[in-house]
């Protein structure tokens, strides 16, 4: 009976800790867009080319091509990067939506960040369900339009106002 309670509390460990990312280190963003491949794991180098203040989606660029990369949205964590940055993006490789997959190409999701300076921004653990999936409205960003519960607050302040407090 020990015996099973330790087997079963070393695969919650192993559940909760999650595994480690082993991704392929890449020669270049050519090597994905020659050959993307759904979900294959990688490691690439490059620069920040272009960016949207208040996105957490950017261009990296090497010598040999640009490739889009998604860090999350935005509500659940915002990333500041610097057009002109060199970062080493580690993820998986997105093919876009099947409906429109030709046209939007292949795209980096990432898992890490690290910076010029040796920081490290944590976008999720590893593949699978991300952090801030269905968290949207749970106190982590605004909820989907439509979705909203009613605020009780407003009305006892209303009350309070009409009664001059």
Do not use: H
């Not at 079963?8 to 090597?31: F, M, N």
């Not at 106190?139 to 009350?159: H, L, M, R």
């Amino acid at each position: 009976m020990r015996k099973f309670a330790i087997i079963a509390v070393a695969l919650l460990v192993v559940g909760l800790v999650g595994y480690p990312v082993a991704a392929e280190t890449i020669s270049g963003i050519s090597d994905i867009l020659a050959n993307p491949t759904a979900d294959q794991q990688v490691t690439v180098t490059g620069t920040v080319s272009s960016s949207q203040a208040g996105e957490n989606e950017f261009v990296l660029s090497d010598a040999t091509g640009a490739i889009n990369v998604c860090a999350g949205p935005a509500w659940f964590q915002a990333i500041a990067l610097a057009q002109g940055e060199k970062v080493t993006v580690t993820g998986e490789v997105g093919c876009g939506s099947p409906k429109n997959a030709a046209s939007q190409g292949p795209s980096l999701d990432a898992f890490t960040i690290v910076k010029e300076d040796g920081s490290t921004v944590v976008v999720r653990d590893g593949p699978g369900r991300p952090p801030w999936a269905g968290l949207r409205g749970q106190g982590k960003g605004c909820p989907p339009a439509g979705t909203a519960e009613p605020d009780t607050d407003d009305a006892d302040d209303s009350a309070s106002e009409a009664a001059g407090n």
